[in-house]
């Protein structure tokens, strides 16, 4: 029985058991789903609270649609650069727009958009009355955010040694506090403060508390000195090739969200310990033209390498954040790292063009192992990166691009386009070619490797909406590395492909199938040495929702994933979700049960899962066992919120959880999170 033949049989037999399930359109809900949909390949740990804060502060403060711009309607997260030229050019054209019904004139804008886009704008006037700065301040938006988690099984790590030590320093929990004062755009502050499971708190290597401290102020002067941020903060330009720090959207089921609309300089409020800039940023407004100059001077992890006593060079950058160990806390902070530069971009009616550079500087020398997937890459102290960008949208079509250089003489070049032939039919197509010896640290692109170097692709995707309840998605990304990497024995060919349907049943049931393709070059030893052998993982979804009741949301879900490397493996999971929210009592509830059987970690499967605010999870279901979750939200008053998430696994082909300081010894895992906001 072939591959194909068995997944189709594996989803036939699930469908006669599998409960439907129904769009809900509650804020909350939309949040998850948008969140859902931009994040269809990652990994537990990427940081994507910008998204969350982002749509959460909308709720709160919706955009005012008949005076907004480019930047604020793009950080919504639902609409791609023609929607929103179309928005833009339709209230230039017709003058202000009074309701989500006038805007189903606009092509692209669809019902299923406009119900998700209601929820975050608002149909004010054109000219908007100034505020004061005393106005401003009286009703701004304090915000004091407190979390705990850990598991509650200790670790390896956390136990007494036969030598009377403990590898870790500190105990198993994370402790992160978090205060924001925003006043509109005219000012924002921020103080952020972070222990990682592990690390000392209060003793040891922090006697000042927690590990990680980070914090920011911003403020608009005036319409000419529109941004300036003093401490913590983000640059993101142009289409990614030199700077965008932060989340950026990648291959996904939004098969037309390739492009990127530049957000400038924003202040930092996530706990990554490594990608963003500390110093100081200002942004200059002339007439059509804005730019950006910006400085930033602090200290990285890195391994240090000593000749004679004396340090060296440095090895490699350490960037999981985590102090724990002796081992760790002696690379903490050993690396200064001097990042300046500036961004320039100037609109015209249809076209913006960009220019961006970034000039590097490293305390001490970068060495890196004498390792043959190390040859072209960045050595030495001193690194820029220049780059030019264009993004051109009318009618129909948007195209974008940027070509970058650096000083190593490495080119990077990426070019797309996204056509919407009318509402039914849309096209996207992205070239990118990245030179093995390509240096940008900042770099953060569509691409397959989180090195925006040694690769060169080429993507094609469609959305069919053949009949009123169907929306068709579909991608096909082939792509190539000119030299071996960390996972290759020599240059490489992959490609991957990717189909979805989705189904409008009812105002009450919706669902999805979705089948991905993934065949690259992987390096495995045979005869004694390494060589390049192709490797596929196909994976098929089943997936449904139903909205029982106005309190009551079912989600049901069946995978299956075969993988052949060396050998052969299946994996399956299936899952129940329920979320529930009572009419007169202010709770929110969601909960999960999974059972998953996979051989092993190739086969592992990735479900998104409910989460606290400002934080989420995406774990990766593997070996065999079943998962289990409640999430609850609970708010006594209308400044106060409580979430409480309790999340168990259990495996039954082991004695043993992870490796290492991670191991915990017996076959279940249970983690604990709670977290308090106050707002006032």
Request: aromatic fraction near 18%; glycine fraction near 6%.
């Given at each position: 029985m072939t591959r194909i033949a068995k997944h189709i049989i594996f989803m036939l037999l699930e469908l006669t058991f599998l409960a439907a399930s129904a769009q809900n359109n509650s804020p909350d809900k939309l949040i998850e789903s948008i969140l859902e949909s931009h994040l269809d390949k990652i990994e537990e740990?990427?940081?994507?609270?910008?998204?969350?804060?982002?749509?959460?502060?909308f709720l709160e403060h919706p955009v005012n649609i008949n005076a907004t711009s480019t930047t604020e309607l793009a950080r919504l997260y639902l609409l791609n650069e023609i929607q929103i030229q179309k928005l833009l050019e339709y209230t230039d054209t017709y003058g202000p727009v009074y309701s989500i019904y006038e805007l189903k004139t606009i092509d692209g804008f669809s019902p299923d958009l406009l119900q998700k886009l209601q929820y975050f704008i608002v149909f004010g006037p054109e000219e908007q009355e100034q505020q004061t700065l005393k106005q401003q301040l009286k009703y701004a938006d304090n915000q004091l955010l407190i979390r705990t988690l850990g598991n509650l099984q200790k670790a390896r790590g956390y136990k007494t040694k036969d030598d009377n030590t403990t590898p870790y320093e500190g105990?198993?929990?994370?402790?992160?506090?978090?205060?924001?004062?925003?006043?509109?755009?005219?000012?924002?502050?921020?103080?952020?403060?972070?222990?990682?499971?592990?690390?000392?708190?209060?003793?040891?290597?922090?006697?000042?508390?927690?590990?990680?401290?980070?914090g920011h102020v911003s403020f608009k002067i005036n319409s000419t000195f529109e941004k300036i941020s003093v401490g913590d903060y983000l640059v993101r330009t142009g289409q990614g090739l030199v700077l965008w720090q932060g989340y950026t959207n990648g291959k996904s089921q939004n098969v037309l969200g390739i492009t990127k609309t530049g957000q400038g300089v924003r202040g930092y409020t996530s706990v990554d310990e490594n990608f963003f800039f500390r110093g100081a940023a200002g942004t200059v407004k002339l007439g059509n033209s804005r730019f950006s100059l910006f400085y930033s001077r602090k200290n990285a992890d890195g391994n240090l390498v000593y000749k004679d006593a004396e340090v060296n060079h440095f090895s490699s950058l350490q960037t999981s954040g985590y102090h724990r160990t002796d081992s760790e806390i002696a690379d903490e902070k050993t690396v200064n790292f001097t990042n300046a530069g500036g961004v320039?971009?100037?609109?015209?009616?249809?076209?913006?063009?960009?220019?961006?550079?970034?000039?590097?500087?490293?305390?001490?020398?970068f060495i890196r192992s004498e390792r043959l997937y190390n040859k072209f890459r960045f050595q030495g102290t001193d690194n820029y990166t220049v780059g030019a960008d264009y993004l051109?949208?009318?009618?129909?079509?948007?195209?974008?691009?940027?070509?970058?250089?650096?000083?190593s003489k490495g080119k990077a070049v990426t070019q797309g386009a996204i056509v919407h032939v009318n509402d039914q039919l849309a096209f996207s197509a992205l070239f990118r070619h990245f030179d093995k010896d390509y240096h940008a640290f900042w770099a953060n692109t569509m691409a397959e490797g989180s090195n925006i170097s040694n690769e060169s692709g080429l993507y094609f995707g469609v959305r069919l909406l053949p009949a009123k309840f169907v929306k068709l998605s579909a991608y096909s990304d082939v792509y190539q590395s000119e030299w071996f990497n960390y996972s290759t024995a020599s240059p490489a060919r992959s490609w991957d492909i990717f189909t979805q349907a989705d189904f409008q049943i009812s105002e009450k049931i919706t669902a999805y199938l979705r089948f991905k393709n993934e065949e690259k070059d992987q390096k495995f030893k045979n005869d004694g040495r390494y060589i390049n052998l192709p490797e596929r993982v196909q994976k098929m979804r089943f997936?449904?929702?139903?909205?029982?009741?106005?309190?009551?949301?079912?989600?049901t879900r069946a995978e299956h994933v075969y993988y052949k490397g060396e050998n052969s493996e299946n994996g399956f999971l299936l899952f129940q979700d329920i979320q529930f929210k009572p009419k007169q009592f202010p709770l929110n509830l969601a909960a999960r049960l999974a059972w998953f059987h996979t051989k092993s970690y190739n086969s592992r499967i990735y479900a998104y899962e409910n989460d606290i605010l400002y934080a989420f999870s995406i774990p990766a279901y593997y070996g065999k066992g079943i998962r289990n979750y409640i999430n609850l939200k609970y708010q006594p008053a209308k400044k106060i919120e409580c979430w409480l998430k309790l999340a168990n696994t259990w495996w039954t082909d082991r004695e043993t959880i992870s490796s290492g300081y991670n191991e915990i010894t017996g076959h279940h895992k249970t983690e604990l999170k709670f977290q308090l906001r106050l707002k006032f």
């Open positions: 740990g990427t940081d994507a609270a910008l998204i969350i804060e982002d749509l959460e502060y105990n198993r929990f994370r402790y992160y506090t978090r205060y924001n004062f925003r006043a509109n755009d005219k000012l924002s502050i921020g103080i952020t403060a972070e222990k990682d499971p592990g690390e000392a708190f209060f003793k040891g290597s922090n006697k000042s508390g927690f590990d990680y401290y980070s320039f971009t100037h609109h015209f009616k249809y076209l913006k063009l960009g220019v961006t550079v970034v000039y590097q500087h490293f305390d001490k020398p051109f949208n009318k009618n129909n079509y948007t195209l974008f691009g940027e070509a970058a250089l650096s000083k997936h449904t929702q139903f909205q029982i009741s106005e309190t009551i949301l079912l989600k």
